[in-house]
């Protein structure tokens, strides 16, 4: 790769697989494997068709191989060494990294209909009928409980790499389609069989929270975050079944309308941030 | 010979009460039934019967909780927001009336057009007005928060093996037309006081039996094995709204609920009285369980009131609570954590 062409990073763990389906394909000596497996990351070039001027790469790691996840205490922020090492995968002279990392504490808990979680309104709906109630203001406080992980972890990122500049991509929002759930329930079947899976329209709304707030907490440190893929979404904003692997994740047509996002987030940036 | 030959000792003045210790007399020697670690207990009442919910078990019962925090909430926030201050989120239910509309509102007998406080915008229960610490943020939360609310008591009364309930005052504000009672008057703990729309009422020995007695005949028709246990709160009304000074009101008041509380056990099989009054407010226990205030209970008297309670009910006294080993400091930070809407009579 050219040193002086302007480089762009997509990291993440399992959000990435639609991504490597897409535009990689099967990693070379059995490197997906080897990640999982060694804990060091598999990285290689990504090449997303554009945008003129930039050349990516991939960096994949096994979310649990990065240790905890970091602690921002105080205004300090206290990470592993393990994900050190993971993060210093990244190219150094990247000029955008896209950050997909962690995302699973989402899955956790708003996939299975625990009895023990409430609904809420919020500007899109009310809440739903015959469903125990918390107020917004106590959702954002459990919102924040589950994805401070992704929030610090981003942050470590930027501190990481403090020339980059760095954009959070959230997980895809939840697949609209219950069914479509139940028939790919991955490691959640019991589960499901025991609580059934949560409405849409409270994993929707805990969603639209999460991400609203993140976006909003990691403006302050300049991380920019990408709203999901329109063109991947049911008209009600859920992911649309067509775009899902599993129960949880995007699949290679997902990555496919990510990709598109990403593209059009670099050319914002132009070349000439790439030559900053 | 005479029917006082066969009385027990405890039937005489002179025997017990003049010849032992306050702490060592027993107020409740026999009970129709006990309490055991099996049994779901559901409290309800006045601000002193959140005591008797705390306590529960330390005695190796089950204060059964219907109404669960959501996850996610923080047990200090689940504290301000009264979830396990009683078995649901109904506050304190001071008058029997109130007990009386809840289990209305809950089992779909009154329409839930539910009063409603506002202040700055915000939205409050007027049926319990501090359950949500600032309010609700739209009139649709606070009817989806009210509705799993009266889902949860209705539950309660459907499966709640012993009901403890507390009567607190005979004072109450209503609604003029609806009739609804607050439990505190509008204005105090939110809202605006409205005197073409809120009346005074003092409710009186007939109407008050007559409460209670509805509540148990309707409750044995969803729940026929539910039995009670009832008591009189001894903390003296913080204010009156009667011409009456406060201390001859509140004499009035606690002996009418009284007299109510003994009639209602009296005349049921599944229906026990508890002397919470006596042992406290008594002239011959020399105030010494009274605060500096005069009014409050102390955690001393908290104490010898539950004390009696696990001797009474609890088979082998249920690891009684020992005062040598009370943690005051602990017992003073849940002290000063009682809710007491009723204070906000006496606000400035």
Redesign the interface.
């Known amino acids: 790769m050219n040193a002086s062409t302007p480089r762009f990073s997509l990291i993440g763990s399992s959000h990435l697989f639609g991504v490597i389906d897409q535009y990689v394909g099967k990693l070379p000596d059995n490197g997906f494997q080897r990640a999982w497996d060694t804990g060091v990351p598999a990285t290689g070039p990504l090449d997303l068709g554009g945008p003129p001027g930039w050349q990516g790469e991939f960096v994949l790691f096994n979310t649990p191989a990065a240790g905890p996840p970091p602690e921002l205490r105080d205004g300090m922020l206290y990470l592993p060494e393990q994900l050190s090492r993971v993060l210093g995968s990244v190219s150094a002279d990247s000029r955008c990294v896209f950050s997909l990392m962690r995302g699973h504490e989402y899955a956790v808990a708003s996939l299975v209909d625990d009895p023990g979680h409430a609904d809420f309104s919020d500007a899109h709906g009310q809440s739903l009928t015959g469903r125990r109630w918390m107020s917004r203001q106590d959702a954002l406080g459990w919102v924040r409980e589950f994805s401070e992980p992704i929030f610090t972890t981003v942050v470590a990122l930027r501190q990481h790499l403090p020339q980059a500049r760095i954009v959070q991509v959230p997980p895809p929002p939840p697949i609209e389609s219950e069914a479509h759930i139940l028939a790919h329930p991955e490691s959640f079947g019991a589960l499901f069989s025991a609580y059934g899976v949560k409405p849409f329209e409270m994993r929707l709304r805990l969603y639209r929270l999460m991400t609203a707030d993140l976006a909003a907490r990691l403006q302050p440190y300049g991380i920019a975050s990408l709203p999901p893929p329109a063109g991947a979404l049911t008209p009600a904003g859920g992911l649309h079944a067509d775009f899902a692997r599993g129960c949880l994740h995007g699949n290679h047509e997902y990555a496919r309308v990510l990709g598109e996002q990403v593209k059009a987030y670099l050319n914002t940036l132009g070349v000439a941030h790439a030559s900053v | 010979m005479h029917p006082y030959d066969h009385q027990p000792p405890q039937a005489f003045w002179r025997k017990t009460v003049s010849a032992q210790a306050w702490g060592e007399l027993d107020f409740k020697p026999a009970t129709k039934f006990k309490l055991t670690p099996a049994l779901k207990i559901a409290t309800a009442g006045s601000c002193f019967a959140q005591h008797m919910a705390k306590r529960l078990q330390s005695f190796g019962l089950r204060h059964w909780v219907v109404e669960?925090p959501?996850?996610?909430?923080?047990p200090e926030?689940a504290r301000e927001?009264q979830y396990g201050v009683f078995s649901a989120r109904y506050a304190n239910v001071y008058t029997v009336r109130q007990l009386r509309q809840l289990v209305e509102f809950a089992f779909g007998l009154r329409p839930d057009d539910s009063l409603v406080l506002t202040e700055k915008e915000r939205f409050f229960d007027g049926l319990r007005p501090r359950i949500?610490p600032g309010g609700?943020?739209?009139l649709?939360?606070l009817r989806?928060?009210r509705?799993?609310h009266l889902?949860q008591v209705r539950r309660l009364f459907t499966e709640c093996d012993v009901f403890v309930f507390t009567l607190g005052l005979t004072e109450a504000w209503v609604e003029q037309g609806s009739g609804i009672v607050f439990p505190v008057c509008p204005g105090t703990a939110a809202g605006e006081f409205d005197p073409a729309r809120h009346g005074f009422v003092n409710f009186e020995y007939p109407e008050i039996l007559a409460d209670l007695e509805w509540v148990r005949e309707f409750v044995a028709g969803v729940n026929p094995g539910m039995r009670w246990i009832v008591t009189v709160s001894p903390v003296p009304l913080v204010a009156t709204a009667t011409s009456d000074p406060v201390i001859v009101a509140s004499t009035y008041s606690k002996a009418v609920l009284r007299a109510v509380a003994g009639r209602f056990a009296q005349v049921h099989e599944g229906v026990e009285y508890f002397p919470s009054f006596e042992i406290i407010s008594s002239a011959q226990s020399f105030g010494q369980y009274l605060e500096g205030d005069l009014r409050e209970v102390s955690p001393r008297g908290v104490n010898h009131v539950m004390r009696q309670f696990a001797g009474a009910f609890v088979a082998g006294g249920g690891g009684v609570v020992n005062e040598a080993r009370v943690d005051i400091a602990g017992l003073s930070a849940v002290a000063a954590q009682v809710e007491c809407e009723e204070l906000l009579n006496a606000r400035p």
């Open positions: 669960q959501p996850t996610g909430v923080s926030r927001l949500q609700y943020d739209t649709a939360d989806a928060d509705a799993w889902a």
